[in-house]
């Protein structure tokens, strides 16, 4: 199935977890939030957060800003 | 002798603070100058944007809060890059989920992006819908008495004119305006943007302002460190001054020497 992740489809097998692609990013353990179709998903939830085809991903992190 | 007055703390949602500058965390060479930056700076309250963890970014990429541990500053996510009240209330719900639900934010509402002048219409929208979701706001506006006012009966923590556009360095372009401010509002009055230099902050704090929120004019000096350390001396300089009361400004001169006993 296809879900968007910041802007980029991607193509992700079924069943496919929050935490897989946190660990695909190479951001396991980072501080870093997630929002699926505009709602958080909290980083306590990411494996057993199961994506849907079509889920519009959003994953954040601090930069510097004033 | 006269006493010292004794300074209050500034206070902040209820959390006090010592230092009365606080710096943002932007346009820096790296990591490192931020951090040694904003540790000249004294300040305790460091603000921070939220953006995308890019797809194949170097994972060992330094993490900004490596520089400035939350665990040493609180950290302050802001809504910078923000057009529509629904955007900067999206960036709040995921800066607090970032920070494992610190609620405090800096709300910014931009309507313009050649004077990055704040949209008050949407900035009065976002800073009602995320009070009412718990957030503490400390929200940046424009210069005006009225909209400060109303932002401060919305439930903002702390409400933030500016001195000039961001980024501009133009120091306080309307000193009445910031001290009406000052005056009327119960919760604390801090100037965001528009500072340049150490007289400039220096200024704010002796209009009587709570503190002064301030990145460029650090981060851009020539010596970004060096320009910190002079920024913390001017806030409290300016605070000291203030709270000391300044003279009245008179049209003629006034000898400060004794008239009497001249031998000529």
């Given at each position: 199935m296809e879900i968007s992740v910041n802007g980029e489809n991607k193509q992700v097998p079924d069943g496919y977890t929050a935490a897989q692609l946190v660990d695909a990013m190479g951001l396991?353990?980072?501080?870093i939030a997630m929002e699926v179709n505009l709602e958080i998903v909290p980083r306590s939830t990411y494996d057993s957060y199961t994506f849907n085809a079509g889920d519009k991903i959003e994953i954040v992190h601090a930069v510097g800003g004033g | 002798m006269t006493q010292v007055k004794q300074d209050t703390p500034l206070v902040i949602a209820g959390r006090e603070y010592t230092s009365r500058l606080l710096v943002g965390s932007?346009?820096?060479?790296?990591n490192e100058e931020t951090r040694l930056a904003t540790e000249a700076s004294g300040a305790e309250i460091v603000t921070v944007a939220i953006r995308r963890s890019n797809?194949?970014?170097?994972?060992?990429?330094?993490?900004?809060l490596d520089a400035i541990p939350p665990e040493k500053y609180t950290i302050l996510p802001n809504t910078a890059g923000c057009y529509t009240a629904k955007d900067a209330v999206r960036t709040c719900k995921l800066a607090r989920e970032l920070l494992d639900g610190h609620d405090l934010v800096k709300l910014e509402v931009l309507g313009?992006?050649?004077?990055?002048?704040?949209?008050v219409i949407q900035t009065l929208k976002a800073a009602e819908e995320l009070v009412k979701d718990g957030f503490k706001v400390m929200v940046y506006t424009s210069d005006d008495l009225l909209i400060a006012k109303e932002l401060e009966d919305i439930g903002c923590v702390a409400v933030m004119p500016l001195?000039?556009?961001?980024?501009?360095?133009?120091?306080?372009?309307n000193p009445y305006n910031i001290r009406f401010i000052v005056e009327e509002l119960k919760v604390p009055v801090l100037v965001d943007a528009?500072?340049?230099t150490a007289s400039d902050a220096a200024v704010a704090m002796e209009l009587g302002c709570d503190g002064v929120l301030m990145n460029t004019a650090i981060a851009a000096a020539q010596n970004p460190v060096l320009m910190a350390s002079a920024m913390k001396k001017a806030i409290e300089a300016g605070r000291e001054a203030y709270l000391a009361g300044r003279m009245p400004r008179k049209r003629y001169a006034n000898a400060s020497s004794p008239l009497d006993g001249t031998f000529f």
């Amino acid at each position: 199935m296809e879900i968007s992740v910041n802007g980029e489809n991607k193509q992700v097998p079924d069943g496919y977890t929050a935490a897989q692609l946190v660990d695909a990013m190479g951001l396991t353990g980072g501080r870093i939030a997630m929002e699926v179709n505009l709602e958080i998903v909290p980083r306590s939830t990411y494996d057993s957060y199961t994506f849907n085809a079509g889920d519009k991903i959003e994953i954040v992190h601090a930069v510097g800003g004033g | 002798m006269t006493q010292v007055k004794q300074d209050t703390p500034l206070v902040i949602a209820g959390r006090e603070y010592t230092s009365r500058l606080l710096v943002g965390s932007g346009k820096y060479k790296d990591n490192e100058e931020t951090r040694l930056a904003t540790e000249a700076s004294g300040a305790e309250i460091v603000t921070v944007a939220i953006r995308r963890s890019n797809i194949g970014q170097n994972p060992d990429e330094p993490n900004l809060l490596d520089a400035i541990p939350p665990e040493k500053y609180t950290i302050l996510p802001n809504t910078a890059g923000c057009y529509t009240a629904k955007d900067a209330v999206r960036t709040c719900k995921l800066a607090r989920e970032l920070l494992d639900g610190h609620d405090l934010v800096k709300l910014e509402v931009l309507g313009d992006e050649k004077t990055l002048f704040p949209d008050v219409i949407q900035t009065l929208k976002a800073a009602e819908e995320l009070v009412k979701d718990g957030f503490k706001v400390m929200v940046y506006t424009s210069d005006d008495l009225l909209i400060a006012k109303e932002l401060e009966d919305i439930g903002c923590v702390a409400v933030m004119p500016l001195a000039a556009p961001i980024g501009s360095g133009l120091g306080i372009r309307n000193p009445y305006n910031i001290r009406f401010i000052v005056e009327e509002l119960k919760v604390p009055v801090l100037v965001d943007a528009g500072v340049g230099t150490a007289s400039d902050a220096a200024v704010a704090m002796e209009l009587g302002c709570d503190g002064v929120l301030m990145n460029t004019a650090i981060a851009a000096a020539q010596n970004p460190v060096l320009m910190a350390s002079a920024m913390k001396k001017a806030i409290e300089a300016g605070r000291e001054a203030y709270l000391a009361g300044r003279m009245p400004r008179k049209r003629y001169a006034n000898a400060s020497s004794p008239l009497d006993g001249t031998f000529f």
